[in-house]
Each structure stands twice: as structure tokens, then as C-alpha cells.
Nanobody, 117 residues
Framework: VQLQASGGGLVQPGGSLGLSCAASGFHFSSFWMYWVRQVPGKELEYVSGINTDGTSTYYADSVKGRCTVSRDKDKNTLYLQMDTLKPEDTALYYC???????????WGQGTQVTVSS
């Protein structure tokens, strides 16, 4: 199982970024997928999730209305479009697979998002 996140970077407040997560080594379409973020010294935050066929999504209150999660089953890729970014969105963003038992059982390496002027 491999999850390769990309697309992070430095952006000014109010800007946008699009994250991607390329999945391989498993049947991508059979799993819920999540974006989670980590700020040093703070708890891991579930940012967004999407069900197997993309018809159901979850967003943390902190990003609701500013982020859009999607997936492409043909490309085995998970996406997170982030708009109107705020400094508090600065974090290391991971894509993760949810197991049948609801735990996140596979993680990508993380991509850093920094929102700063």
C-alpha cells in the first residue's frame, strides 16, 4: 500500500492550494479516504473524508465551506482543494485510508502547507 501526497507549499492568506494523493497497491475504490493534518504540539485533525464512490463527504468545521474533497477512481487519486486559506491552516497534511474497522490504517508521507504573508 502506498499513498503519495503532493501539492503543498507556501501561500498567502486568502490563497488556494490543491493537494493530490496518488494511491497504489490496493483497490482504491473500495476504501473511504481521508485528509488529516498535524501541527506540532497539537492533536491530529481530521480535515475531510470521502466515501468509496464520492457521493458522501465529511469536513471539519474548521474548513467547511473552504475545502472540497474529491476522488478519481480511474487515476486512483484523492484530491483536496483548499480555498480562502488562513494561517491556522498551516500544517502537515496527510492522506490516509480508512480500514473496514474505521481506523486509519495506511498513511502517505505528508505534504506541508504553510499559509503566511
Amino acid at each position: 500500500v502506498q499513498l503519495q501526497a503532493s501539492g503543498g507549499g507556501l501561500v498567502q492568506p486568502g490563497g488556494s492550494l490543491g493537494l493530490s494523493c496518488a494511491a497504489s497497491g490496493f483497490h482504491f475504490s473500495s476504501f473511504w479516504m481521508y485528509w488529516v493534518r498535524q501541527v506540532p504540539g497539537k492533536e491530529l485533525e481530521y480535515v475531510s473524508g470521502i466515501n468509496t464512490d464520492g457521493t458522501s463527504t465529511y469536513y471539519a468545521d474548521s474548513v467547511k465551506g473552504r475545502c472540497t474533497v474529491s476522488r478519481d477512481k480511474d487515476k486512483n487519486t484523492l484530491y483536496l482543494q483548499m480555498d480562502t486559506l488562513k494561517p491556522e491552516d498551516t500544517a502537515l497534511y496527510y492522506c490516509a485510508r480508512r480500514s473496514s474497522g474505521a481506523a486509519l490504517d495506511a498513511w502517505g508521507q505528508g505534504t506541508q502547507v504553510t499559509v503566511s504573508s
